[in-house]
T-cell receptor
Framework: GAVVSQHPSWVICKSGTSVKIECRSL??????MFWYRQFPKQSLMLMAT?????????EQGVEKDKFLINHASLTLSTLTVTSAHPEDSSFYIC????????????FGPGTRLTVT | DAKTTQPPSMDCAEGRAANLPCNHS???????VYWYRQIHSQGPQYIIH???NNETNEMASLIITEDRKSSTLILPHATLRDTAVYYC????????????FGAGTTVTVRA
């Protein structure tokens, strides 16, 4: 149980374009979803927290107009990287949990974004 | 949330127990110890968590010292598939569910 999927698993886009990454909870209703970014050989950095039906809460230093997060349903959150640049190339990982869970998060497999 | 200290890397032999230490000397009474691991190019995977008692599940055992200032994650019979970065995280149980990942320990299981 508690499976989270991400789509796509990898994407290449041109500089200046936007790309959308989907995160789905497959067998539970996710009241809270998180988005992380991980650069090579570094640890995960939390970008934002989203609660279903509410605006996302962004961590300090993360541009909310560049990384648009939508958590429109209890099973789907999307991250849109707008006007992507090569420095946005990274591994983006989502996680999900639900109210009443034992406070662990369930992670998706990640999306590798390369901006050329 | 309290800071944790882990060795940057360790090797262990396949089939043997792997003991992963974590120091959290500033842990407070309402903070839990969580362990996650991340296999290369995958999302992290929850392993186990505990407050003060030792815990065991199908993946691992968590031993927390009596003063709670350190803990050890034990993988009883390490396999090559256990090669990963292991993260020890200390956090309060709160409604924000946030996790703060440090550098972790890179564990390499060798045949």
């Amino acid at each position: 149980g508690a499976v989270v999927s991400q789509h796509p698993s990898w994407v290449i886009c041109k500089s200046g374009t936007s790309v959308k990454i989907e995160c789905r909870s497959l067998d539970f209703q996710a009241t809270t979803m998180f988005w992380y970014r991980q650069f090579p050989k570094q640890s995960l950095m939390l970008m934002a927290t989203s609660n279903e039906g509410s605006k996302a809460t962004y961590e300090q230093g993360v541009e909310k107009d560049k990384f648009l997060i939508n958590h429109a349903s209890l099973t789907l959150s999307t991250l849109t990287v707008t006007s992507a640049h090569p420095e946005d190339s990274s591994f983006y990982i989502c996680s999900a949990t639900w109210t009443g869970a034992s406070y662990e998060q369930y992670f998706g497999p990640g999306t590798r974004l390369t901006v050329t | 949330d309290a800071k944790t200290t882990q060795p940057p890397s360790m090797d262990c032999a396949e089939g043997r127990a792997a003991n992963l230490p974590c120091n959290h000397s500033t842990i407070s009474g309402n903070e839990y110890v969580y362990w996650y691991r991340q296999i290369h190019s995958q999302g992290p995977q929850y392993i186990i968590h505990g407050l003060k008692n030792n815990e065991t599940n199908e993946m691992a055992s968590l031993i927390i010292t009596e003063d709670r200032k350190s803990s050890t994650l034990i993988l009883p019979h390490a396999t090559l598939r256990d090669t990963a970065v292991y993260y020890c995280i200390v956090r309060r149980r709160s409604n924000d569910y946030k996790l703060s990942f440090g550098a972790g320990t890179t564990v390499t299981v060798r045949a």
